[in-house]
């Protein structure tokens, strides 16, 4: 298992919008997020910021996430969250979320 983290904003006029929207994600959305390997998942808010964490328990994450992006009901649900959400300009290339590095864990 890996842990995952990312950050990107949320554009302050979305903040309702973005909460009821998650208070009832799209079910085929959370099958395709379970199909791949993905465990644990949560996103947090604080001032305009969302940071999300997650478990991966599979065993190539780049394909998992390449079948995820392929899901047309996730297409769908990003293209209605993408105009809520800032992208921070230094992330990596090609990427939506900006990655974290762990420094630090404990069980």
Not at 66 to 93: H, I
């Amino acid at each position: 298992m890996k842990r995952y983290a990312q950050i990107i904003r949320l554009r302050p006029e979305f903040e309702a919008e973005y909460r009821k929207a998650h208070a009832a994600v799209w079910p085929e959305v959370l099958k395709t997020i379970h199909d791949c390997n993905i465990r644990n998942y949560s996103i947090f808010l604080r001032e305009g910021v969302l940071f999300a964490y997650y478990e991966y328990i599979g065993e190539d994450h780049a394909a998992d996430m390449a079948k995820m992006a392929a899901d047309p009901k996730t297409q769908e649900w990003w293209k209605w969250m993408d105009p809520m959400q800032e992208p921070f300009e230094n992330r990596e290339p090609g990427a939506w979320w900006a990655g974290l590095e762990e420094v630090f864990h404990t069980d």
